[in-house]
Every structure is written in C-alpha cells, then in structure tokens.
C-alpha cells in the first residue's frame, strides 16, 4: 500500500489535528462508511411517515396541492389523500407549545414534534433537512440553566449568523411581552456536541428570556454521536 503527505491531502486545519495525535507516524485511515439516508435508516415505513407529516406541514402552511405535486414529484390524488386524513399520530395534535412538546415526547415521538416545529412556526425547513440526513438522540423537554447557552445569531459582529439590529430587538421585545404572559411557549433547541452547546433554534427566545433575567428554560437537546450523547447524560442527567 502506498502512502501519501498529509500535507497533500488534508486541509490545514485538519492537518494539524492529526499532527497533535500522530506526527511522524504512518497510520492507516479506513475508508469512510457512508451513513444512510433518512429513509433508508428509519425503514421506508418510517420514511412515508415523516414525508407525508411533512407535506401536512406545508400544506397547513399555506403550500397549495399544486406545488406540493411538483415538490414531491406525486399526484395530485396522493397529495391530497395526504394531506386530508389524519395524522399517523394517533392523539397527538401538534402545537407550537411546551406542552405539545411533552406530550410527543411522552408518546416517544419528541423527534415529530421538532421536525413539526421546524416546518411550521420555526420556519426553517432547512434545519430541519439537515437533522433528517443521520440518526440522532433527542431528549426532553428539559430545563436546565440558560447559563450554558450563549447566542449564535444577533445584530452583534462576533455572531455566527447576524443580522439586522433594529428588526432583532423588535423580535426580541415581543417576544418579552409574550413569555410573560404565556407560560407555554416552545422550548429551545440546542446541539450537544464537542463538549459544549450550541443554541440552534430560539436565539430571540433566548435574548428575551435574558433581558427578563430568566435563569432556567425548558431544551430540546439534540446529539449526533455516541459518545457524546453518554457525555451528556453523566453531566447533565441531574439538571
């Protein structure tokens, strides 16, 4: 078997990661294993499940039937057959709430509730694509300290994703009038991985829920990998 410079290959970054665990040595990377799509990880049946809630979701959103058909490349009988009968979940009606939130979690179907969320009132389908490309751990509803979290979108130049101060705080200030006077408002969403958190959905939440010197909120917490997940648990199963 030939070998080649790392240097060659691997980008800088990358590189010097190696470097920390393997300078000078000749080490053998296996070929990677192509995890499998959602459909083909859950079983086809579990894939129509989440297709099908999907198009429901848009389709309550205000898609018409037409664009649904040449979205999912369907008929228009299919389209509408399904979204006109009931949901595959069974007694569980989603709501943007923390109280929906627990009772799909209840029901073992916390995942519907965020791919629910995320095509309806937290407009973002693409989130929503990318957690449904690999299998992921999902736990909560849990409350733990806000203290953990830190924003990554805001009017700040030091944010992941920034954007327009003025329409940011004009979120963030009704936001403040809702949370004190709706004790149910969704929980948020946070990835747990590389030993720390990262606020994925619900950083205007988060800012008013701040600014209204909250100090515990109800997470959703998603995890990617294994390991992680039991770092997660032997640190935060008492919180």
């Not at 060659?8 to 296996?30: H, M, T």
């Not at 070929?31 to 959602?38: D, F, G, P, Q, V």
């Not at 705080?169 to 929980?187: C, E, I, T, W, Y």
Request: include cysteine.
């Amino acid at each position: 078997m030939n070998y080649e410079n790392a240097a060659d290959i691997l980008p800088e970054d990358i590189l010097k990661q190696v470097q920390k665990f393997a300078s000078g040595r000749l080490i053998y990377v296996p070929e990677a294993i192509t995890k499998r799509s959602w459909g083909e990880t859950s079983g086809y049946k579990q894939y129509l499940i989440e297709r099908n809630q999907e198009i429901k979701e848009k389709f309550i959103s205000g898609a018409t039937i037409e664009k649904l058909v040449d979205e999912y490349n369907l008929s228009v009988d299919s389209i509408k057959k399904i979204v006109y009968t009931k949901s595959e979940n069974k007694g569980l009606t989603y709501k943007c709430s923390l109280s929906s939130a627990r009772e799909f979690a209840e029901a073992g179907k916390l995942e519907d509730w965020v791919h629910s969320f995320l095509l309806s009132d937290g407009h973002n389908k693409a989130f929503s694509d990318g957690l449904k490309m690999f299998d992921r751990y999902y736990l909560g509803p849990l409350t733990m300290p806000l203290s953990l979290f830190s924003r990554c979108c805001g009017p700040e130049n030091n944010m992941k994703y920034q954007v327009n101060a003025e329409w940011f705080m004009k979120r963030v200030k009704s936001l403040k009038k809702a949370l004190q006077s709706n004790d149910d408002m969704p929980p948020l969403i946070v990835n747990f991985v590389d030993h720390s958190f990262e606020l994925c959905d619900g950083n205007h939440r988060f800012e008013a829920l701040t600014q209204l010197g909250v100090k515990e909120y109800p997470v959703i917490v998603w995890i990617t990998e294994k390991n992680e997940y039991d770092e997660f648990v032997a640190k935060y199963e008492n919180t």
